[in-house]
Nanobody, 115 residues
Framework: QVQLVESGGGLVQRGGSLRLSCLAS????????MGWYRQAPGKERELVAF???????NYADSVKGRFTISRENAKNTVYLQMENLKHEDTAVYYC?????????WGQGTKVTVSS
């Protein structure tokens, strides 16, 4: 079991940057993979980025080249660095740890990009 707490969201102008953090309640060294999802108003939750225990990453096409996911095992934290933000990036961003039994989610952090 793991609790996840996201932080770092806020209001930013178009073209700006933000770094989101996801702090896990226990060591993430053995966690197979962790992801960032987002849900915009009126839309379904979608995968933004994912990082495996080995450091392999994958991204949604809409954020490739702008977002970077990384993990810092010593701090039990996964980050999402977001650059050149667009209005369509406005959403609540959630941290996720998938397991065979259940998916763990944080409470989300809201990102608003002003146009």
């Amino acid at each position: 079991q793991v609790q996840l707490v996201e932080s770092g969201g806020g209001l930013v102008q178009r073209g700006g940057s933000l770094r989101l953090s996801c702090l896990a309640s226990r060591s993430i060294v053995r966690i197979t993979g962790m992801g960032w999802y987002r849900q915009a108003p009126g839309k379904e939750r979608e995968l933004v980025a994912f990082i495996t225990r080995g450091g392999n990453t994958n991204y949604a096409d809409s954020v490739k080249g702008r977002f970077t996911i990384s993990r810092e095992n010593a701090k039990n934290t996964v980050y999402l660095q977001m650059e050149n933000l667009k209005h369509e990036d406005t959403a609540v961003y959630y941290c996720n740890v998938p397991t065979a039994a259940v998916d763990y989610w944080g409470q989300g952090t809201k990102v608003t990009v002003s146009s």
